[in-house]
């Protein structure tokens, strides 16, 4: 083995034992009733298998072609989220096996997500995301066109999907009161929403708030499921 080859297996080593000592540091600090998903998006396998190997189940990716090549070539046991934008004409890719969808923000999407659910014989479990920051970039619905979505005779004949909560990201800024702020509404959504409409349903319980710079205080805000990305793998 030449010296380069050597420095490489050395870097490998080196970031093998990174990624699970970021996961064992996150895991200490992360109640047992917070899921960690772990986001991969842009990573490659053997990163996503370092993780796995130390008993990470719960991988986000943001785009679908992306999940699909890597729940591909992964074992199956693990728990696929599509936590980015999701277009309707994609759904069929990820409907066979796809375990949680964050990103719902329209009564199209919904409904195609139902359509793909009903012909995999499966219920899809999503989440309805809200535009709770600053930033205009985000997607997401506001509280009024989740209500008319949920009133809608179209929801309610939906049977292959399962609404479990909601999700929302917060402005990326340094300004810790302005977070909270963000998360706090997300929270009083979440608490609306499950008064009026889902007050029998024991499966709508999940909040998905929280990444690498903010996650701490998701958690202090109500969090139920945080997605980690940099802070397990490294930046980009």
């Known amino acids: 083995m030449g010296g380069t080859e050597i420095a490489e297996w050395i870097n490998y080593i080196q970031h093998q034992r990174m990624i699970a000592e970021n ?5 200490k600090i992360i109640p047992e009733h917070v899921c960690l998903i772990a986001v991969s998006k ?8 370092i993780a796995y190997n130390t008993g990470q189940l719960h991988f986000g990716e943001n785009k679908v072609q992306e999940m699909c090549e890597k729940q591909a070539m992964m074992p199956n046991d693990i ?3 599509l936590i980015g934008h999701l277009q309707s004409n994609k759904v069929r890719y990820i409907a066979p096996f796809v375990h949680l969808i964050h990103s719902v923000d329209s009564l199209k ?3 195609e997500i139902n359509k793909q659910a009903k012909k995999n014989n499966r219920v899809i479990s999503i989440l309805l995301q809200f535009h709770i920051a600053q930033e205009e ?3 997401g619905l506001d509280l009024n066109e989740a209500i008319e979505i949920l009133n809608s005779k179209e929801f309610n ?5 399962s609404v479990i909560g909601v999700m929302g990201m917060a402005s990326f800024v ?3 009161t302005q977070i909270r702020k963000e998360f706090r509404l997300l929270k009083s959504h979440f608490d609306f929403l499950k008064e009026k409409f ?6 709508f319980s999940e909040i998905s708030m929280g990444m690498s710079g903010d996650f701490p205080i998701a958690i202090q805000e109500g969090s139920t499921i945080v997605r980690v990305g940099s802070s397990i793998f490294g930046g980009r």
Request: with cysteine; aromatic share 8%; net charge negative.
């Open 42 to 49: 842009t990573k490659p396998v053997s990163d996503l298998m």
């Open 109 to 111: 999407l919904l409904l």
């Open 198 to 203: 889902f007050k029998n349903d024991l499966e």
């Open 79 to 81: 728990c696929w989220h």
């Open 137 to 139: 970039t985000k997607f």
């Open 23 to 27: 996961l064992s540091e996150i895991r």
């Open 157 to 161: 004949q939906c049977q292959n999907i």
């Open 174 to 176: 340094n300004n810790e």
